[in-house]
């Protein structure tokens, strides 16, 4: 059985992701900071919850661990636990930067290194991992957010370098701005600008992204590795 861990699932993205999954017959884990929010979820799903900081490496070795007894190892990793914070570069401070830091770069980093023995074992394993389009080009008052979203990437592309010839696809997807909490909590003039900006004239749905990553989950991505899609109504064009 196929069995994806998803962080950051008690809503937003990361939930469309869960349900998708979960949808498609896989195993779920439902991982979240809201230790609620991810009840919610996995009760709606037939899931498992786990409450989880993905910051915190014992947090992370302990939700891989309960995956694993719970439903099996995780053959696929979902990391999308965020968090956001808007300010003006000369108003961030050191523990703003580590905060963004510690949630998106260093937890996606603790999560796959939580996985991957046994995938290598198993010779086979699927992650993905969650960046944005402002890793790409940047993204005003969001600077340290850019910056972690941007290491992401680069940590996509050096990992899959080193195991895809053992089995384990790893890729990206970047979305755009997508109607979730993390983006509404944005401010109104942020969202309208940005909106403005986008050929499509409007932001995606957490379903959209969850049609990529069930798309990279599956055998007709086979071939994709160290790759970044970017479901961003235009925002971004490679």
């Known amino acids: 059985m196929s069995v994806a861990l998803v962080t950051g699932a008690g809503s937003g993205i990361g939930q469309a992701i869960a349900r998708r999954l979960a949808a498609d017959g896989y195993a779920v884990a439902v991982g979240d900071f809201d230790a609620d929010a991810a009840r919610a979820t996995a009760e709606e799903i037939g899931g498992l919850a786990i409450h989880a900081d993905v910051s915190d490496k014992d947090a992370v070795a302990d939700m891989v661990a309960t995956c694993t007894d719970k439903l099996g190892a995780p053959t696929h990793l979902i990391n999308n636990a965020g968090h956001v914070h808007q300010a003006r570069f000369t108003d961030l401070t050191a523990d703003d930067f580590d905060r963004m830091i510690a949630v998106h770069l260093r937890g996606t980093f603790l999560c796959a290194h939580a996985v991957l023995p046994a995938m290598l074992a198993n010779g086979k394993g ?113």
């Open 126 to 238: 699927c992650i993905i991992n969650m960046a944005s389009q402002l890793g790409q080009i940047g993204g005003i008052e969001l600077v340290h957010y850019s910056a972690a979203k941007a290491g992401i990437i680069g940590l996509t592309k050096a990992l899959a370098r080193e195991v895809s010839t053992q089995g384990v696809r790893v890729n990206a997807i970047a979305p755009g701005p997508i109607n979730t909490p993390l983006v509404r909590a944005l401010s109104d003039d942020w969202r309208a600008a940005k909106s403005a900006e986008l050929p499509l004239g409007r932001f995606g749905e957490p379903e959209d992204v969850a049609d990529t990553a069930a798309f990279l989950c599956s055998d007709a991505a086979k071939i994709y590795v160290g790759q970044t899609l970017s479901p961003n109504s235009g925002d971004v064009m490679l």
